[in-house]
């Protein structure tokens, strides 16, 4: 199954996150952010990888797939 424009903008913000700290979030303005990403912060949300609906601070869980997706970016850009 390819990925859809969904997945790509949730898999964008995942590799937003700095994941060598726990203090550190994203917040997504929904002043300025195009729907597509607002809608995915909210999926994101949704799928319980953050704590807040426009960003926040990763889960344990979303730890763990920002680390895969990051990862993965690296390998697809080399």
């Known amino acids: 199954m390819p990925y859809n424009?969904?997945?790509t903008?949730?898999?964008n913000i995942l590799v937003r996150y700095n994941l060598t700290t726990t203090q550190e979030g994203l917040k997504i303005h929904t002043s300025t952010a195009e729907?597509?990403?607002i809608e995915a912060a909210q999926r994101l949300f949704d799928k319980g990888l953050t704590s807040q609906m426009d960003g926040g601070y990763l889960t344990e869980?979303?730890?763990q797939a920002a680390q895969h997706a990051q990862d993965l970016f690296l390998i697809m850009k080399s």
């Open 5 to 7: 424009s969904q997945i």
């Open 9 to 11: 903008e949730e898999l």
């Open 35 to 37: 729907a597509g990403v």
């Open 61 to 63: 869980l979303g730890r």
